[in-house]
Structure formats: C-alpha cells, structure tokens
Nanobody, 122 residues
Framework: QVQLVESGGGLVQAGDSLRLSCAASGRTFSRYAAAWCRQAPGKEREFVAAITSRDGRTYYGDSVKGRFSISRDNAKNTVYLQMNFLRSEDTAVYYC???????????????WGQGTQVTVSS
C-alpha cells in the first residue's frame, strides 16, 4: 500500500551533518506515522526517531536525542532525518518506516524502505 525510498546516505567524518530523505507513494501517506530506524552489523534494529501523522509530534531514541531531528512534508510525501554531530557509533543502515500508529518499537512498523548506508569515520 505504501512504498518508501530512502536517499541521502554516504560517508562523512565525525562531527559532520547529513540529511536523509524518505519519499513515500500513496495518497494516504499523510495518515501514517513515520519513523527512522537503524541497524549496525551484529546489533538489533534500533529505533531512532518518529513523527505523528497529524500534529507532527516527534519522538527520539536516547542515543540521538539532541543531535537528530525528524520532520515531514505531507504535501511532498516526504520524511526527513537531519543528523548533526555525527559519531562513529551512528554508522548503520538507516531505514524509513510507516505504520497506522506511532511506536518506539521497530517491530510495530508495517512498511519499510530499502535502507541507506551511513558511515561515519572517526
């Protein structure tokens, strides 16, 4: 029902910034909560940030709070993740996700993008 495509990943140095984008298809995307999650090699998938469909309320994982910012533009069917003060521990594949209800658990999301690699050199 919903197709998600991430872009904007790449190789950066510690302390740099990067902005990820998630382009969504479907006229009903504005009714979905959206999230960013990440997964590093050998680790469980980790919740990063989420945003509600209507009022734009945001939620963040403890490891990124104060450094990352999620936003959405429903007119453009796009979700963004602004990442500042990047650290080597932020290195992971970053996934965009959507669901009917917002959650801090990656398993709660129904639709996922293909992922985009973010690598931070120390």
């Amino acid at each position: 029902q919903v197709q998600l495509v991430e872009s904007g990943g790449g190789l950066v140095q510690a302390g740099d910034s990067l902005r990820l984008s998630c382009a969504a298809s479907g006229r009903t995307f504005s009714r979905y909560a959206a999230a960013w999650c990440r997964q590093a090699p050998g680790k469980e998938r980790e919740f990063v940030a989420a945003i509600t469909s209507r009022d734009g309320r945001t939620y963040y994982g403890d490891s990124v709070k104060g450094r990352f910012s999620i936003s959405r533009d429903n007119a453009k069917n796009t979700v963004y993740l602004q990442m500042n003060f990047l650290r080597s521990e932020d290195t992971a594949v970053y996934y965009c996700a959507a669901a009917d209800f917002i959650s801090l658990r990656p398993s709660a999301y129904d639709y996922w993008g293909q992922g985009t690699q973010v690598t931070v050199s120390s």
